[in-house]
């Protein structure tokens, strides 16, 4: 049984195992900063199974009112192909549908993990940007190997 609820405070050990069993390093350095930013999210919900244990979160930064932008969607990856990481994503879908913009970003297909996370998001019915006529522009990130 999987557990999906909203939560407002995190635990460093349990965001330290999660990021860092998906490999995503620049958010282990620092997992004071990613529990802060997390605190500061406008939702973020978990996937716990019965005996509370994390398997995943999604967190999101809205105005509750235009847009809804998906900051982070993961799942531990001893937990992946489960159902998980779909059911989080369709919670958020639900409770942004009044938004006009929900929006994601991830690695491009190129990268090693890209073409899975390109497969996934379709098959939740997410499209790119430029297949709906828009494009999405952003500040270089100016070291991709840290926060």
């Not at 199974?49 to 990856?77: H, M």
């Not at 297909?109 to 996934?120: C, K, L, V, Y």
Request: aromatic share 8%; net charge negative; hydrophobic share 35%.
């Amino acid at each position: 049984m999987v557990i999906i609820a909203q939560e407002t405070s995190f635990d460093e050990a349990e965001m330290l195992e999660l990021y860092d069993s998906v490999g995503w390093h620049p958010w282990t350095r620092d997992v004071a900063r990613v529990c802060r930013s997390l605190a500061n999210s406008h939702l973020v919900i978990t996937a716990r199974d019965e005996t509370g244990k994390l398997l995943g979160l999604a967190r999101t930064v809205s105005d509750d009112e235009i847009v809804c932008y998906v900051q982070e969607l993961l799942v531990n990856a001893q937990h992946h192909g489960k159902g998980i990481g779909r059911r989080l994503l369709e919670h958020l879908k639900d409770r942004y549908a009044h938004c006009r913009y929900f929006v994601l970003t991830t690695d491009h297909e190129s990268a090693p993990e890209g073409p899975a996370n390109h497969a996934f998001y379709r098959r939740l019915d997410l499209i790119e940007h430029h297949e709906q006529g828009l494009s999405a522009f952003g500040l270089r990130v100016r070291d991709p190997r840290s926060l």
